[in-house]
């Protein structure tokens, strides 16, 4: 089955920058959309970045601007850039991929998450 390994997460002063890397692995799969959500304390998990392996992007209306999504399919991997980053962006960040199965069938895989700590 896939496996998603996450790394870049850590704690960061506001306006600074964190790069977080997920890479996908595992044998005779595909994957779809890769993307990236998050979920802080008390709130709901929210979608952050996604794109398809097509390269079709969407963000959320919070990061445009600031974060910076990109992908390399034969590495199966997807990126996050976040550059000047909030107190608001603290979060545990996970990574996701869409792994067709049949007709508009996917599986949804998640990576462990990993935590982003913006101090004010």
């Known amino acids: 089955q896939i496996q998603l390994v996450e790394s870049g997460g850590g704690l960061v002063q506001a306006g600074g920058s964190l790069r977080l890397s997920c890479a996908a692995s595992g044998s005779g799969f595909s994957i779809n959309a890769m993307g990236w959500y998050r979920q802080a304390p008390g709130k709901q998990r929210e979608l952050v970045a996604l794109?398809?392996?097509?390269?079709?992007?969407n963000y959320a209306d919070s990061v445009k601007g600031r974060f910076t999504i990109s992908r390399e399919n034969a590495k199966n991997t997807v990126y996050l850039q976040m550059n000047s980053l909030k107190p608001e962006d603290t979060a545990v960040y996970y990574c996701?991929?869409?792994?067709?199965?049949?007709?508009?069938?996917?599986?949804?895989?998640w990576g462990q998450g990993t935590q982003v700590t913006v101090s004010s």
């Open positions: 794109i398809t392996s097509g390269g079709s992007i």
């Open positions: 996701n991929a869409q792994e067709p199965y049949s007709g508009s069938y996917y599986y949804d895989h």
